[in-house]
């Protein structure tokens, strides 16, 4: 079966748990390199999608004129 990919509120959620542990010093030394990757995946993620949205909210202005 297919992974569903996470939607934009899903990855800022995970974002905002990791950046919580991290500030709080909750993360052991040994996790903490691997939540740093979980994170950059998730920004990109977050980036790509905002991207997408502009791109198709453009589109639609575009054809509105």
Do not use: F, H, P, W
């Not at 500030?23 to 390199?33: A, I, N, P």
């Amino acid at each position: 079966m297919a992974k569903r990919e996470k939607s934009y509120t899903e990855a800022l959620s995970e974002l905002q748990n990791i950046l919580d542990k991290i500030e709080s010093g909750d993360l052991d030394v040994d996790v903490l390199t691997d939540e740093i990757k979980k994170a950059s995946e998730l920004i990109k993620l977050c980036k790509d999608k905002l991207y997408k949205t502009d791109a198709q909210i453009k589109k639609i202005i575009d054809e509105i004129d």
